[in-house]
Nanobody, 115 residues
Framework: QVQLVESGGGLVQPGGSLRLSCATS????????MGWYRQAPGKQRELVAAATTGGNTNYADSVKGRFTISRDNAKNTVYLQMDSLKPEDTAVYYC?????????WGQGTQVTVSS
C-alpha cells in the first residue's frame, strides 16, 4: 500500500521561507504527477503546484514567482520551496500523487505565516 509522508510545515514570519517534502513509501510503478494542494479554514482545497513525470509544471497564479515545485524521480519525492511567504498562504498543505489507477493524498502539514 502506497503512503505519503509530508514534512516541513511550521510557523514562519511574513517574507520568510519554508520547504515542504513529500516522500512515498510502498511500491509505486507509474506516477503520472505529483503536486501540492492547500486548504485554508472555511475555504475549498485548491491546487498550489503540480509537476508531471514528463516535466511539465503548473502553479496557482497566487504563488507564481514565489513557490517552486521540484521532484526527485529516483526517490519518488516531491518538494515545494516556498519563498516570500504571505499571511494568506496560511493553510494545511496536502501532497497529492496521481498514479495510473488511483490518486493518493497525504495527511497534510500546517503552514502558518504570521508575525
Amino acid at each position: 500500500q502506497v503512503q505519503l509522508v509530508e514534512s516541513g510545515g511550521g510557523l514562519v514570519q511574513p517574507g520568510g521561507s519554508l520547504r515542504l517534502s513529500c516522500a512515498t513509501s510502498g511500491s509505486i510503478f507509474s506516477i503520472l504527477s505529483m503536486g501540492w494542494y492547500r486548504q485554508a479554514p472555511g475555504k475549498q482545497r485548491e491546487l498550489v503546484a503540480a509537476a508531471t513525470t514528463g516535466g511539465n509544471t503548473n502553479y496557482a497564479d497566487s504563488v507564481k514567482g514565489r513557490f517552486t515545485i521540484s521532484r526527485d524521480n529516483a526517490k519518488n519525492t516531491v518538494y515545494l520551496q516556498m519563498d516570500s511567504l504571505k499571511p494568506e498562504d496560511t493553510a494545511v498543505y496536502y501532497c497529492r500523487v496521481v498514479l495510473t489507477r488511483e490518486i493518493i493524498w497525504g495527511q497534510g502539514t500546517q503552514v502558518t505565516v504570521s508575525s
